[in-house]
């Protein structure tokens, strides 16, 4: 395993520590909506609202952050972002309600820029062939920093006050952007080749249909991300419904971080040279089989089970998912490609609990068949798709057209 990790560059690994502090002191997006109905006073709907512009602030900065690296360098956009978020985040307990109202979903938008930045930087700073492993890497310390963040937070929030939480975050999110200008270098990998034409290269539109496997594994994710997404909010709705309290569903999340942080990084290095399409998809159907699970009934046995196999699937395809779209973007859209992707893969922080939520409340017993009828779906369209691919790679040159056909789908 340590052969394997020694690819990955040692600006990776200093950004990966930055990455995990960070992460620790995330835990505003945790406690916003307790923090808006008890201290703030405003009631479910506002605070709703409120959280609500939030998510679509957050999805609006990763389908914009590698656009901005492209053209400035996607280090600066990631340390602007960094110092801009954390300010806001700082000072956001202090504002009254109609800037607050501005205010949060801004800091989201720049966690959102930030995220995109992010994946860029290590996508132009990794070579292919070592990107899965330093993404892996990079999701291992985020996650290991989500698991310590919010018992820390709720540490924060009761024995201080949730106002220190926006504090803790905003300066954790200015220290991160202090640590990327000191252990990232300003230059190498702080911007993306420039296109042959001169720099301005091919539209974007023209790049993603030279892609075609590219927008098949783009709604494949969109679909995923929002049966994922369900046990972050029908799921726990479900739980209880079947006289589950809130201690067994932390347990069950923790199953989540503990199963990610123990394989993620063995996963991709065991995994580095199967063919990418092939892993995805097997992960989207993991996790559509992890609800499926759910089909037997609301016992601990089940809920576990669901609970592993959704977390192997996000294992298998988020990290393959994001070296695999770096590695077939061309040099000038890196980061518009890692924008791409990271926007869609966010999707369902808007799109799975209103559309969970219909349903569950409309039809409860058909949540769970359709989440995991979509999941295999969504997978064995992306398993086709690499079955696909690996048979036109193996065609000679001269009935592809191209060798490079294999790659881009």
């Not at 995805?280 to 993991?286: E, M, R, S, Y």
């Not at 559309?355 to 999941?375: D, E």
Request: aromatic share 8%.
């Amino acid at each position: 395993m340590l052969r394997g990790l020694k690819d990955v560059p040692r600006p990776v690994w200093l950004l990966a520590g930055g990455v995990f502090v960070n992460a620790v002191v995330s835990f505003t997006f945790v406690f916003v909506f307790v923090y808006l109905t008890g201290p703030r006073g405003l009631g479910t709907a506002q605070a709703g609202l409120i959280v609500g512009l939030g998510g679509a602030g957050l999805i609006a900065g990763n389908f914009t952050g590698g656009w901005f690296g492209d053209r400035h360098g996607h280090r600066r956009a990631l340390l602007t972002a960094s110092a801009l978020g954390g300010a806001v985040l700082v000072t956001l307990p202090a504002l009254p309600l109609p800037l607050l109202c501005a205010a949060l979903p801004a800091a989201q938008y720049a966690a959102g820029v930030i995220r995109a930045a992010n994946s860029a930087l290590v996508a132009v700073t990794v070579p292919e062939g070592a990107r899965r492993q330093a993404f892996a890497v990079i999701r291992a310390v985020s996650n290991g920093g989500f698991t310590v963040g919010p018992p820390l937070g709720a540490l924060v929030a009761t024995g201080l006050s949730y106002d220190w939480l926006f504090v803790a975050d905003g300066i954790g999110t200015l220290f991160f952007a202090v640590w990327t200008a000191r252990v990232v270098p300003a230059r190498g990998a702080a911007r993306t080749a420039a296109a042959p034409d001169g720099g301005r290269g091919r539209g974007i539109r023209h790049e993603l249909r030279a892609r075609p496997a590219l927008l098949v594994l783009l709604g494949a994710i969109l679909v995923i991300d929002v049966v994922y997404r369900q046990q972050y909010s029908t799921f726990p709705a479900f739980l209880a419904d079947h006289g589950m309290d809130t201690r067994v569903y932390g347990l069950l999340i923790a199953v989540n971080g503990g199963v990610i942080l123990l394989l993620e990084i063995p996963a991709a290095l065991a995994l580095r040279a199967r063919p990418p399409l092939h892993i995805i998809g097997t992960g989207l159907v993991l996790v559509g089989s992890g609800y499926a699970a759910l089909l037997l009934g609301a016992a601990t046995s089940t809920t576990v089970a669901m609970m592993v196999l959704v977390s192997l699937g996000e294992i298998l395809y988020k990290t393959t998912a994001t070296a695999y779209v770096a590695d077939v973007a061309p040099a000038h859209a890196v980061g518009r490609f890692q924008s791409l992707y990271a926007g869609v893969s966010v999707s369902g922080v808007v799109l799975s609990a209103p559309l969970g939520g219909l349903l569950y409340g409309a039809a409860p017993g058909l949540l769970w068949p359709l989440c995991a009828l979509l999941g295999v779906a969504a997978g064995g369209t992306v398993l086709a798709l690499g079955a696909r691919t690996v048979r036109r790679a193996a065609r000679p040159a001269h009935e592809t057209g191209s060798p490079a056909a294999a790659v881009v789908g």
